[in-house]
Each structure stands twice: as C-alpha cells, then as structure tokens.
C-alpha cells in the first residue's frame, strides 16, 4: 500500500479547476419517446441500425459486461479508442509541458514516448536490464519531484516477457507517481493480472485491450483500470463521445463469446511454444526470449536479410534489430498453424 499518495496534488491545476463539456446524454438520464435535445437528425440514417442518436458518452451496457468478465466494478474502469487514448489522457492529465517528466523502461512500446513528444513532456529512459528486468536502482535514481508517470508495459513489447511482480510492487509501493501497467498481452500470460491489485495501490494505472486476444484490432477499444478516482479524471478530459455506438454494438456481441476468444489463445500459447522449439533447433538462431505474449523475439544470424527475404516472401514479420538490447532481432507474431508452417519452411530456406 501506498500510504502517502496524493491523487489532487499530481493533477495539473487546470484539469482540477476543469469543467468537463456536458453532452446532451449527459443531462438526461432517464428513458424518452421524443428526443429533441441534442440536434440530431429525427429521420434517422443511411443504415439498418438507428446511427443517427449520439451513443452513451459513458459506455455504460459494455462496461457492465467487461466488469463480468474481467472482474473489476464497472466504476472503475474507463474505455478509449485503443489504449493509446488513455495513454494520452493521462499525460494531459498529469504532467505540466515542459515542467514534468515520465520514466520509461526501454525496450518497450513507443507510444509512450510519442505522446510525451506531443505533449511536450521529459522522457527519463532507463533501460532494462540485459534479461530484460526493471533496474530497480537506476530507477530509483531517474525520479525526482517532477516525475509524473512511470510506463511498464509486462507483458513486454517487443521483448514478449512478464516483468518480475516483486519489483513492480516495489515500484508502487515506494513512487509517490501514477505507475502505469500495460498488460496489452496478459491473456496469454500465466500470470494474473495486476487489475486484482486496484485496492492495494491508489496509485496504479493498468491498460488492456480488446486488440490482441479478442481479435478486435479495427474497432480501437482499450480500457484502463484503476480507481474511481482517477477515472473520474480520464472521464473529465476525454472528448464526450470517444467510443462510437457501432463500435460499441459489435463489442457487446463480441463479449458474449468467451468461449471461442478462450480457444484461441490456447491455441496461440501452443503454436507460440512450437515456433520456439522449431526456431531453436536452428544454429543461425542464438536466442528466443521466453514470451508470455503472443509473439516471440528471436535474436538470429543476419536479421535484415531473413527479414527482406520473408518480405519477398509475403510474410511480414517486424524488424527490431536496430532497437538498443533487441540488437540482431525479429520479432515473429504467432500465426495460425497454418501460417507458422510457411514461416518455419522459408527461415529454413533462407538459413540452408
């Protein structure tokens, strides 16, 4: 626990004094018949589906049903048009431009950084250790009383590996910042997810998203979990309707297929062990970071050429070879069976 955390005074002074925009379905809350409130269009639209009503700025129906799923209260948790939205909301939310800084642990997702660029905020970088592990110390030493936020994303990416639990609780117990956990890749982890740890920590932020596991990539759904105080921030800043009424239909009906979504990332935890086991029986490859994500980073003789070779291919992998501590790497997402199998027959091609 983090008993000396004081959520009002890490708030810019602007976004405490802020009067958030009230939308039409905002000051009305009960049930209608004749809706002349918010200058839509009465007739109705081009489509099949009613698109012609604003959607519910606060998309209560989907946060009820992710609430069932992921076992957090509805009141905690806030939906974005992707993660990369809430990113965004909690610089402007917390750091001052050109005053504050943020801690980040590369290697690791680079969204982090574009938006502290756009939001004119000081990025401390402090590298991983070589295992790819949090530098406690180096950490510790990066923060002073301008440090706003601390990024971890774990299941890293691209490295694909869980940070150690341990020391990211050391981090929340002892930094007096918003720490920020992107568990972007935590349905194919063995671990639990640090939602269960909301209660302990005033200060914890953790991101997922429907993009990975779910499948859901096009329709930009994440969601941010953390106290009801601090959502009630992200809600006071983000635009009024940030999630669309389509996108919000087909996630209800995406929600109600636990089943399949649950088959699917058995079936991407096998095949992401089976490219291990195959690539590792090649000598050109000296290295496969153990994932909990669903894609590998393999570190291998001559990355750009197997790279360029797969692109001729027609397989695309990612080039992060030129990423300090991912030097002489790809990084391999885990396909179907199907895909695996063309992918492992042309590195062996490439490689003979």
């Known amino acids: 626990m983090n008993t000396s955390f004081d959520l009002n005074s890490l708030l810019r002074a602007n976004i405490r004094g802020l009067v958030p925009y009230s939308s039409a379905r905002d000051e009305f809350k009960g049930e209608g018949s004749v809706f002349l409130d918010a200058n839509e269009n009465a007739f109705g639209s081009p489509l099949d589906h009613a698109y012609n009503r604003y959607p519910d700025p606060l998309q209560k129906k989907v946060k009820v049903k992710l609430s069932e799923i992921k076992g957090v209260p509805a009141e905690n948790i806030f939906l974005g048009n992707g993660s990369d939205e809430a990113i965004d909301i909690l610089f402007r939310a917390f750091c001052n431009p050109g005053v504050d800084n943020v801690i980040l642990v590369p290697p690791t997702y680079g969204m982090y950084e574009v938006s502290a660029n756009i939001n004119d905020v000081e990025v401390r970088k402090v590298n991983l250790t070589p295992d790819y592990q949090l530098d406690l110390d180096a950490i510790a030493g990066a923060i002073d009383g301008h440090t706003k936020l601390l990024f971890i994303c774990s299941p890293n990416n691209p490295t694909g590996n869980s940070i150690r639990r341990q020391d990211i609780e050391t981090i929340l117990a002892n930094f007096d910042g918003i720490v920020v956990i992107d568990e972007a890749y935590i349905n194919f982890s063995k671990y639990k997810s640090f939602t269960y740890e909301l209660a302990e920590f005033p200060n914890l932020v953790v991101l997922q998203t429907l993009s990975k596991a779910w499948g859901l990539a096009a329709l930009r759904l994440g969601m941010a979990f953390a106290s009801t105080d601090i959502i009630a921030v992200l809600n006071k800043i983000k635009p009024p309707y940030n999630i669309n009424q389509a996108t919000q239909d087909l996630v209800l009906e995406a ?13 991407t935890v096998n ?24 894609f590998i980073l393999v570190k291998l003789e001559d990355p750009r050429g197997l790279y360029i070779f797969l692109t001729n291919e027609g397989i695309i992998v990612r080039d992060r070879s030129k ?6 790497s790809l990084r391999i997402t885990v396909g179907t069976p199907a895909e695996n199998k063309t992918l492992l027959a042309a590195v062996r091609q490439f490689y003979k």
């Open 323 to 328: 990423i300090e501590l991912c030097e002489g």
């Open 255 to 267: 929600l109600n297929n636990v089943d399949a979504v649950n088959t699917w990332i058995k079936e």
């Open 271 to 294: 095949e992401r062990e089976r490219l291990h086991k195959e690539l590792s029986t090649l000598a050109q490859v000296a290295h496969i970071t153990p994932s909990d994500a669903n």
